[in-house]
Protein backbone atom coordinates (compact mmCIF):
# COMPACT_ATOMS: atom_id res chain seq x y z
CA UNK A 1 0.00 0.00 0.00
CA UNK A 2 1.65 3.26 -0.70
CA UNK A 3 1.66 6.13 1.42
CA UNK A 4 -0.08 8.68 -0.45
CA UNK A 5 -0.03 13.02 0.27
CA UNK A 6 -3.41 12.47 2.36
CA UNK A 7 -3.08 9.03 3.27
CA UNK A 8 -0.90 6.79 5.01
CA UNK A 9 -1.17 2.77 5.67
CA UNK A 10 -4.50 3.14 3.91
CA UNK A 11 -5.89 5.43 6.34
CA UNK A 12 -6.49 9.57 5.98
CA UNK A 13 -4.39 11.48 7.53
CA UNK A 14 -7.03 13.67 8.68
CA UNK A 15 -8.09 10.34 10.93
CA UNK A 16 -4.95 9.86 11.83
CA UNK A 17 -4.15 13.34 13.09
CA UNK A 18 -7.49 13.64 15.02
CA UNK A 19 -6.63 9.96 17.02
CA UNK A 20 -2.91 11.53 17.92
CA UNK A 21 -4.31 14.41 19.05
CA UNK A 22 -6.79 12.96 21.65
CA UNK A 23 -4.41 9.90 22.47
CA UNK A 24 -2.60 13.32 23.27
CA UNK A 25 -4.83 14.96 25.59
CA UNK A 26 -5.53 11.80 27.34
CA UNK A 27 -2.00 10.72 27.85
CA UNK A 28 -1.11 14.26 29.46
CA UNK A 29 -4.60 14.28 31.41
CA UNK A 30 -3.12 10.95 33.34
CA UNK A 31 -0.03 12.02 33.95
CA UNK A 32 -0.13 15.39 36.30
CA UNK A 33 2.74 14.30 38.64
CA UNK A 34 5.05 13.43 35.18
CA UNK A 35 3.76 16.81 33.20
CA UNK A 36 4.84 19.00 36.10
CA UNK A 37 8.15 17.59 36.73
CA UNK A 38 8.98 17.04 33.02
CA UNK A 39 7.87 20.60 32.23
CA UNK A 40 8.82 21.87 29.37
CA UNK A 41 11.97 19.12 29.48
CA UNK A 42 14.39 18.05 32.26
CA UNK A 43 16.37 21.42 33.67
CA UNK A 44 20.34 21.01 32.69
CA UNK A 45 19.88 18.40 29.64
CA UNK A 46 20.24 19.52 26.30
CA UNK A 47 17.12 19.18 24.32
CA UNK A 48 15.38 18.45 28.25
CA UNK A 49 16.57 15.26 28.34
CA UNK A 50 19.74 12.62 29.09
CA UNK A 51 20.14 11.34 25.91
CA UNK A 52 18.67 12.74 22.85
CA UNK A 53 16.47 9.36 21.66
CA UNK A 54 14.12 10.26 24.71
CA UNK A 55 12.35 13.16 22.89
CA UNK A 56 11.55 10.48 19.77
CA UNK A 57 9.06 8.80 21.94
CA UNK A 58 6.02 9.99 20.59
CA UNK A 59 4.02 10.48 23.89
CA UNK A 60 3.72 14.36 24.74
CA UNK A 61 6.35 13.72 26.99
CA UNK A 62 8.69 10.87 27.54
CA UNK A 63 7.27 8.40 30.04
CA UNK A 64 8.97 9.04 33.75
CA UNK A 65 9.35 6.09 35.17
CA UNK A 66 9.22 5.44 38.51
CA UNK A 67 10.75 1.72 38.32
CA UNK A 68 10.33 -1.21 36.38
CA UNK A 69 10.78 -5.28 37.14
CA UNK A 70 10.07 -8.16 34.57
CA UNK A 71 7.65 -6.88 31.78
CA UNK A 72 6.14 -4.07 33.49
CA UNK A 73 7.10 -0.09 34.19
CA UNK A 74 5.68 1.55 36.99
CA UNK A 75 5.83 5.30 35.87
CA UNK A 76 5.75 8.19 38.42
CA UNK A 77 1.75 8.82 38.35
CA UNK A 78 1.03 5.21 39.57
CA UNK A 79 0.38 4.50 35.76
CA UNK A 80 1.32 0.68 35.11
CA UNK A 81 2.46 -0.44 31.73
CA UNK A 82 3.13 -3.84 29.95
CA UNK A 83 6.87 -3.33 28.49
CA UNK A 84 7.15 -5.00 24.77
CA UNK A 85 9.72 -2.43 23.56
CA UNK A 86 12.21 -3.31 26.91
CA UNK A 87 14.74 -0.50 26.51
CA UNK A 88 14.70 -1.47 22.39
CA UNK A 89 16.36 -4.71 23.10
CA UNK A 90 18.75 -3.96 26.28
CA UNK A 91 16.27 -5.81 28.60
CA UNK A 92 14.92 -8.47 26.23
CA UNK A 93 15.11 -10.81 28.88
CA UNK A 94 12.85 -8.59 31.32
CA UNK A 95 13.63 -5.72 33.28
CA UNK A 96 16.14 -7.00 36.06
CA UNK A 97 16.37 -10.49 35.72
CA UNK A 98 16.52 -11.88 38.68
CA UNK A 99 19.66 -14.29 38.06
CA UNK A 100 21.08 -10.99 37.24
CA UNK A 101 19.97 -8.69 39.95
CA UNK A 102 21.77 -11.45 42.21
CA UNK A 103 25.07 -11.32 39.95
CA UNK A 104 25.06 -7.62 40.50
CA UNK A 105 24.52 -7.45 44.07
CA UNK A 106 27.23 -10.18 44.64
CA UNK A 107 29.60 -8.29 42.42
CA UNK A 108 28.55 -4.44 44.25
CA UNK A 109 31.13 -5.11 46.74
CA UNK A 110 33.70 -6.80 45.23
CA UNK A 111 34.89 -3.68 43.13
CA UNK A 112 32.89 -2.23 40.17
CA UNK A 113 36.11 -2.14 37.29
CA UNK A 114 39.46 -2.91 37.56
CA UNK A 115 40.96 -4.12 33.90
CA UNK A 116 41.67 -7.05 35.42
CA UNK A 117 40.60 -10.71 34.58
CA UNK A 118 38.34 -12.33 37.69
CA UNK A 119 36.36 -15.79 38.60
CA UNK A 120 33.21 -14.94 36.38
CA UNK A 121 36.12 -13.89 33.49
CA UNK A 122 38.14 -17.49 34.02
CA UNK A 123 34.59 -19.22 32.67
CA UNK A 124 33.07 -16.42 29.90
CA UNK A 125 35.47 -17.09 26.92
CA UNK A 126 34.61 -20.85 27.19
CA UNK A 127 30.93 -20.04 27.31
CA UNK A 128 30.16 -17.53 24.58
CA UNK A 129 32.76 -20.21 22.31
CA UNK A 130 30.41 -22.98 23.08
CA UNK A 131 27.21 -20.48 22.81
CA UNK A 132 27.73 -18.78 19.79
CA UNK A 133 30.45 -21.09 17.72
CA UNK A 134 33.26 -19.16 17.45
CA UNK A 135 36.73 -19.70 18.95
CA UNK A 136 38.20 -16.43 20.37
CA UNK A 137 36.63 -13.41 21.84
CA UNK A 138 36.51 -9.81 23.57
CA UNK A 139 34.52 -7.68 25.58
CA UNK A 140 33.05 -4.49 24.89
CA UNK A 141 30.64 -2.03 26.35
CA UNK A 142 28.56 -1.09 23.60
CA UNK A 143 27.44 -3.43 20.40
CA UNK A 144 28.41 0.17 18.37
CA UNK A 145 31.76 -0.69 19.83
CA UNK A 146 31.80 -3.81 19.51
CA UNK A 147 31.37 -3.65 15.63
CA UNK A 148 33.73 -1.07 15.52
CA UNK A 149 36.78 -2.93 16.68
CA UNK A 150 35.41 -6.05 14.25
CA UNK A 151 35.93 -3.88 11.74
CA UNK A 152 38.79 -2.84 12.35
CA UNK A 153 40.28 -6.27 12.85
CA UNK A 154 39.00 -7.11 9.87
CA UNK A 155 40.37 -4.60 7.64
CA UNK A 156 43.87 -4.92 9.21
CA UNK A 157 44.00 -8.91 8.13
CA UNK A 158 42.86 -8.26 4.97
CA UNK A 159 44.96 -5.14 4.13
CA UNK A 160 41.99 -4.08 2.33
CA UNK A 161 40.08 -0.66 2.91
CA UNK A 162 36.27 -1.18 2.31
CA UNK A 163 33.57 -2.55 3.71
CA UNK A 164 29.93 -3.33 2.31
CA UNK A 165 26.27 -2.82 4.15
CA UNK A 166 23.17 -2.89 3.54
CA UNK A 167 20.58 -0.23 2.29
CA UNK A 168 18.63 0.43 5.86
CA UNK A 169 21.10 -0.98 8.15
CA UNK A 170 22.03 -0.03 11.64
CA UNK A 171 24.82 -1.22 13.61
CA UNK A 172 25.40 1.78 15.92
CA UNK A 173 26.88 4.59 15.69
CA UNK A 174 29.69 2.94 13.46
CA UNK A 175 30.54 6.05 11.61
CA UNK A 176 32.18 4.26 7.95
CA UNK A 177 28.22 2.29 8.46
CA UNK A 178 26.42 5.30 7.91
CA UNK A 179 25.78 4.90 3.98
CA UNK A 180 22.69 4.78 2.16
CA UNK A 181 21.03 4.45 -1.44
CA UNK A 182 19.01 7.50 -2.32
CA UNK A 183 17.76 7.26 -5.76
CA UNK A 184 20.25 4.05 -6.62
CA UNK A 185 22.80 6.13 -5.48
CA UNK A 186 25.37 5.52 -2.18
CA UNK A 187 25.37 9.16 -0.24
CA UNK A 188 26.22 9.74 3.72
CA UNK A 189 23.03 8.92 5.48
CA UNK A 190 21.19 12.18 5.42
CA UNK A 191 21.03 13.61 8.59
CA UNK A 192 24.58 13.27 10.05
CA UNK A 193 25.85 15.71 12.07
CA UNK A 194 29.47 16.72 12.03
CA UNK A 195 30.50 14.34 9.63
CA UNK A 196 33.12 15.78 7.26
CA UNK A 197 34.24 12.69 5.28
CA UNK A 198 32.73 10.93 2.47
CA UNK A 199 32.09 7.95 3.13
CA UNK A 200 31.07 6.33 0.27
CA UNK A 201 34.78 6.63 -0.72
CA UNK A 202 35.33 3.37 1.76
CA UNK A 203 31.71 1.53 2.37
CA UNK A 204 30.13 -0.13 -0.74
CA UNK A 205 26.38 -0.31 -0.40
CA UNK A 206 23.59 -2.83 -1.70
CA UNK A 207 20.17 -3.82 -1.41
CA UNK A 208 19.78 -6.36 0.91
CA UNK A 209 18.38 -9.82 -0.72
CA UNK A 210 19.75 -7.90 -4.44
CA UNK A 211 22.36 -11.47 -4.96
CA UNK A 212 23.58 -9.99 -8.11
CA UNK A 213 24.61 -6.50 -7.19
CA UNK A 214 26.26 -8.02 -4.04
CA UNK A 215 28.52 -10.23 -6.31
CA UNK A 216 29.48 -7.14 -8.58
CA UNK A 217 30.27 -5.10 -5.39
CA UNK A 218 32.38 -8.11 -4.52
CA UNK A 219 34.38 -8.54 -7.51
CA UNK A 220 36.94 -6.10 -7.10
CA UNK A 221 38.22 -8.01 -3.91
CA UNK A 222 38.61 -4.54 -2.24
CA UNK A 223 35.97 -5.10 0.34
CA UNK A 224 37.74 -6.38 3.95
CA UNK A 225 34.04 -7.16 5.08
CA UNK A 226 30.53 -7.81 4.64
CA UNK A 227 28.53 -6.35 8.05
CA UNK A 228 24.98 -7.50 8.24
CA UNK A 229 22.70 -8.35 10.76
CA UNK A 230 20.98 -12.04 9.41
CA UNK A 231 16.96 -10.20 9.28
CA UNK A 232 17.37 -6.40 8.72
CA UNK A 233 15.68 -5.19 11.61
CA UNK A 234 16.04 -1.39 11.36
CA UNK A 235 13.45 0.07 9.56
CA UNK A 236 10.85 -2.78 8.98
CA UNK A 237 11.49 -6.12 9.42
CA UNK A 238 13.70 -7.83 6.11
CA UNK A 239 13.58 -11.40 6.14
CA UNK A 240 16.42 -13.12 3.92
CA UNK A 241 15.38 -14.67 0.83
CA UNK A 242 15.90 -18.83 1.08
CA UNK A 243 19.38 -19.11 -0.28
CA UNK A 244 20.31 -15.72 0.28
CA UNK A 245 22.77 -16.39 3.57
CA UNK A 246 23.90 -19.54 1.72
CA UNK A 247 24.53 -16.82 -1.40
CA UNK A 248 26.27 -14.62 1.03
CA UNK A 249 28.84 -16.41 2.60
CA UNK A 250 29.58 -18.49 -0.43
CA UNK A 251 30.38 -15.05 -2.55
CA UNK A 252 32.06 -13.54 -0.06
CA UNK A 253 34.50 -16.43 0.75
CA UNK A 254 35.13 -16.45 -3.32
CA UNK A 255 36.07 -12.67 -3.28
CA UNK A 256 38.60 -13.38 0.16
CA UNK A 257 35.93 -10.88 1.94
CA UNK A 258 35.05 -11.54 5.72
CA UNK A 259 31.65 -11.54 6.83
CA UNK A 260 30.40 -10.01 10.38
CA UNK A 261 26.84 -10.95 11.21
CA UNK A 262 25.71 -8.62 14.03
CA UNK A 263 22.86 -10.71 16.20
CA UNK A 264 22.30 -7.54 18.24
CA UNK A 265 18.82 -8.00 17.70
CA UNK A 266 18.33 -10.88 16.15
CA UNK A 267 19.01 -12.74 19.15
CA UNK A 268 15.52 -12.84 19.81
CA UNK A 269 16.02 -15.42 17.17
CA UNK A 270 16.96 -18.52 20.30
CA UNK A 271 20.23 -18.82 22.76
CA UNK A 272 22.55 -18.88 19.75
CA UNK A 273 20.98 -16.23 18.03
CA UNK A 274 19.37 -16.30 14.33
CA UNK A 275 23.16 -17.75 13.77
CA UNK A 276 22.98 -20.89 16.01
CA UNK A 277 19.39 -21.45 14.54
CA UNK A 278 20.18 -21.69 10.82
CA UNK A 279 24.03 -22.80 10.80
CA UNK A 280 25.61 -19.20 9.60
CA UNK A 281 29.48 -19.54 9.69
CA UNK A 282 30.26 -15.98 9.58
CA UNK A 283 34.28 -14.91 10.20
CA UNK A 284 33.01 -12.40 12.75
CA UNK A 285 30.15 -12.19 15.58
CA UNK A 286 28.62 -8.97 17.36
CA UNK A 287 26.09 -9.05 20.25
CA UNK A 288 25.22 -6.14 22.67
CA UNK A 289 22.80 -4.67 24.32
CA UNK A 290 21.08 -8.04 26.70
CA UNK A 291 23.95 -9.52 26.50
CA UNK A 292 24.74 -8.97 30.18
CA UNK A 293 21.09 -9.08 30.72
CA UNK A 294 20.68 -4.39 30.48
CA UNK A 295 24.16 -3.94 31.88
CA UNK A 296 26.28 -2.46 29.09
CA UNK A 297 28.13 -5.04 27.71
CA UNK A 298 29.04 -6.84 24.19
CA UNK A 299 31.41 -9.51 22.65
CA UNK A 300 32.80 -9.68 19.69
CA UNK A 301 33.91 -13.00 18.30
CA UNK A 302 36.08 -14.55 15.71
CA UNK A 303 36.38 -17.62 13.80
CA UNK A 304 39.69 -19.88 14.75
CA UNK A 305 41.25 -19.24 11.41
CA UNK A 306 40.21 -15.37 11.93
CA UNK A 307 42.09 -15.24 15.41
CA UNK A 308 45.34 -17.09 13.75
CA UNK A 309 45.05 -14.13 10.65
CA UNK A 310 44.79 -11.56 13.48
CA UNK A 311 47.47 -13.18 15.48
CA UNK A 312 49.76 -13.41 12.13
CA UNK A 313 48.87 -9.54 11.37
CA UNK A 314 49.57 -8.16 15.02
CA UNK A 315 53.55 -9.57 14.93
CA UNK A 316 53.36 -7.82 11.96
CA UNK A 317 52.43 -4.55 13.58
CA UNK A 318 54.47 -1.83 15.44
CA UNK A 319 53.01 -2.62 18.89
CA UNK A 320 50.97 -0.54 21.05
CA UNK A 321 47.74 0.96 20.28
CA UNK A 322 45.91 -0.70 18.14
CA UNK A 323 42.57 1.73 17.87
CA UNK A 324 40.33 -0.67 20.02
CA UNK A 325 39.41 -0.98 23.55
CA UNK A 326 38.04 1.72 25.86
CA UNK A 327 38.60 1.64 29.71
CA UNK A 328 35.79 0.06 31.28
CA UNK A 329 35.17 -2.82 28.87
CA UNK A 330 35.47 -6.08 30.84
CA UNK A 331 34.66 -4.67 33.99
CA UNK A 332 33.83 -7.24 36.64
CA UNK A 333 30.56 -6.34 36.87
CA UNK A 334 30.23 -7.11 33.24
CA UNK A 335 31.54 -10.34 33.71
CA UNK A 336 29.20 -11.28 36.48
CA UNK A 337 25.81 -9.96 34.57
CA UNK A 338 26.42 -11.59 31.59
CA UNK A 339 27.69 -15.38 33.32
CA UNK A 340 24.29 -14.94 34.94
CA UNK A 341 22.80 -14.11 31.77
CA UNK A 342 24.46 -16.60 29.46
CA UNK A 343 23.52 -19.65 31.91
CA UNK A 344 20.25 -18.68 33.60
CA UNK A 345 18.71 -16.29 31.56
CA UNK A 346 19.04 -17.32 28.04
CA UNK A 347 17.89 -20.72 28.21
CA UNK A 348 16.34 -23.11 26.16
CA UNK A 349 12.88 -23.25 28.44
CA UNK A 350 13.01 -19.34 28.17
CA UNK A 351 13.47 -19.04 24.64
CA UNK A 352 10.92 -21.92 24.31
CA UNK A 353 8.20 -19.66 26.25
CA UNK A 354 9.46 -16.21 24.61
CA UNK A 355 8.68 -17.89 21.25
CA UNK A 356 5.12 -18.82 22.07
CA UNK A 357 3.96 -16.19 23.27
CA UNK A 358 5.78 -13.99 20.58
CA UNK A 359 3.64 -16.50 17.77
CA UNK A 360 0.23 -15.66 19.93
CA UNK A 361 1.29 -12.07 19.39
CA UNK A 362 2.16 -12.33 15.61
CA UNK A 363 -1.09 -14.34 14.86
CA UNK A 364 -3.41 -11.83 17.26
CA UNK A 365 -2.01 -8.91 15.72
CA UNK A 366 -2.46 -10.42 11.86
CA UNK A 367 -5.87 -11.35 13.04
CA UNK A 368 -7.35 -8.03 14.02
CA UNK A 369 -5.66 -6.49 10.92
CA UNK A 370 -7.57 -8.58 8.48
CA UNK A 371 -10.63 -8.58 10.07
CA UNK A 372 -10.38 -4.94 9.69
CA UNK A 373 -9.37 -4.90 6.01
CA UNK A 374 -6.04 -2.85 6.70
CA UNK A 375 -3.56 -3.14 4.32
CA UNK A 376 -0.70 -3.85 6.84
CA UNK A 377 1.18 -6.90 7.53
CA UNK A 378 3.00 -8.90 10.64
CA UNK A 379 6.52 -10.35 11.04
CA UNK A 380 8.35 -12.38 13.62
CA UNK A 381 11.95 -13.21 14.14
CA UNK A 382 11.45 -15.15 17.47
CA UNK A 383 10.74 -13.37 20.52
CA UNK A 384 10.38 -10.04 17.93
CA UNK A 385 6.96 -9.38 16.25
CA UNK A 386 6.61 -6.30 14.00
CA UNK A 387 3.14 -4.81 12.71
CA UNK A 388 4.42 -2.87 9.35
CA UNK A 389 1.54 -0.17 8.27
CA UNK A 390 2.10 -1.58 4.78
CA UNK A 391 1.78 -4.46 2.50
CA UNK A 392 4.02 -7.67 3.05
CA UNK A 393 6.55 -9.00 2.66
CA UNK A 394 9.56 -6.12 2.49
CA UNK A 395 12.76 -7.48 0.42
CA UNK A 396 15.10 -4.66 1.12
CA UNK A 397 15.52 -2.05 2.77
CA UNK A 398 14.31 0.56 0.43
CA UNK A 399 11.19 -0.81 0.27
CA UNK A 400 11.37 -1.12 4.14
CA UNK A 401 11.92 2.78 4.07
CA UNK A 402 8.91 3.73 2.08
CA UNK A 403 6.90 1.15 4.18
CA UNK A 404 7.42 3.53 6.78
CA UNK A 405 3.96 5.53 7.76
CA UNK A 406 5.42 7.98 10.49
CA UNK A 407 2.33 10.29 11.71
CA UNK A 408 -0.23 7.02 11.54
CA UNK A 409 2.78 4.65 14.00
CA UNK A 410 3.14 7.89 16.07
CA UNK A 411 -0.82 7.75 16.84
CA UNK A 412 -1.32 4.15 17.19
CA UNK A 413 1.98 4.20 19.72
CA UNK A 414 0.17 7.15 21.83
CA UNK A 415 -3.07 5.24 21.68
CA UNK A 416 -1.72 1.64 23.01
CA UNK A 417 0.19 3.38 25.82
CA UNK A 418 -3.24 5.12 26.86
CA UNK A 419 -4.23 1.29 26.83
CA UNK A 420 -1.40 0.29 28.90
CA UNK A 421 0.88 -1.08 26.70
CA UNK A 422 4.50 0.33 25.74
CA UNK A 423 5.94 -0.43 22.30
CA UNK A 424 9.45 0.57 20.85
CA UNK A 425 9.55 4.03 19.65
CA UNK A 426 11.22 3.37 16.77
CA UNK A 427 9.80 1.33 13.81
CA UNK A 428 6.84 -1.07 15.49
CA UNK A 429 8.62 -3.52 17.36
CA UNK A 430 7.68 -5.75 20.24
CA UNK A 431 9.76 -8.27 22.46
CA UNK A 432 8.24 -11.32 24.33
CA UNK A 433 10.30 -11.62 27.24
CA UNK A 434 10.92 -14.50 29.60
CA UNK A 435 8.93 -13.00 32.24
CA UNK A 436 5.79 -11.49 29.40
CA UNK A 437 2.46 -13.45 30.27
CA UNK A 438 -0.16 -14.40 28.35
CA UNK A 439 -2.50 -11.93 29.87
CA UNK A 440 -0.24 -8.82 28.56
CA UNK A 441 0.16 -10.02 24.91
CA UNK A 442 -3.41 -10.38 25.03
CA UNK A 443 -4.04 -6.96 26.57
CA UNK A 444 -1.90 -5.75 23.30
CA UNK A 445 -3.82 -7.58 20.98
CA UNK A 446 -6.75 -6.48 22.33
CA UNK A 447 -5.91 -2.86 22.22
CA UNK A 448 -4.75 -2.86 18.85
CA UNK A 449 -7.40 -4.32 17.81
CA UNK A 450 -9.19 -1.44 19.22
CA UNK A 451 -7.32 1.02 17.98
CA UNK A 452 -6.92 -0.63 14.58
CA UNK A 453 -11.32 0.03 14.59
CA UNK A 454 -10.92 3.52 14.91
CA UNK A 455 -8.74 4.39 12.03
CA UNK A 456 -10.52 1.77 9.91
CA UNK A 457 -13.66 2.97 11.00
C1 LIG B 1 21.82 -4.40 14.77
C2 LIG B 1 22.40 -3.41 15.73
N1 LIG B 1 23.70 -3.44 15.99
C3 LIG B 1 24.26 -2.58 16.85
C4 LIG B 1 23.52 -1.63 17.50
C5 LIG B 1 24.17 -0.67 18.42
O1 LIG B 1 23.88 -0.90 19.75
P1 LIG B 1 24.35 0.18 20.83
O2 LIG B 1 23.50 1.38 20.57
O3 LIG B 1 24.02 -0.48 22.12
O4 LIG B 1 25.78 0.42 20.62
C6 LIG B 1 22.15 -1.56 17.25
C7 LIG B 1 21.32 -0.57 17.94
O5 LIG B 1 20.14 -0.45 17.77
C8 LIG B 1 21.58 -2.46 16.33
O6 LIG B 1 20.29 -2.39 16.02
Not at 63 to 83: K, Y
Not at 120 to 149: C, H, P
Request: charged share 20%; proline share 6%.
Amino acid sequence: MKTSGNSQGGVGLARIRKLRTAEAEIFRAARPKSAAAFGKGIAGFFGGVPMHWMNDWPTPFPVVVDRARGATILDIDGIRLDDFCLGDTGSMFGHSPPPVARAIRRQSDRGLTYMLPDADALVLGRLLSERFGLAEWQIATTATDANRFALRVARAVTGRPKILVFNGCYHGSVDETMVRLVGGKPVNRPGLAGEFRDLTGATKVVEFNDIPALEKALADKDVACVITEPVLTNSCMVLPDPGFHDALRRLTRKAGTLLLIDETHTISTGPGGYTRRYGLEPDLFVLGKPVAGGVPASVWGMSADLARRYRAYNRTKVSGYSGMGTTLSANPLQFAAMRATLEEVMTEANYAHMEELAERLASGLSAAIASHGLPWHVTRVGARVEFICAEGPLRNGGEAEAAHAPDLEAAIHVALVNRGVLIAPFHNMMLVSPATTRRQVDRLVRAFGEVAALLAA
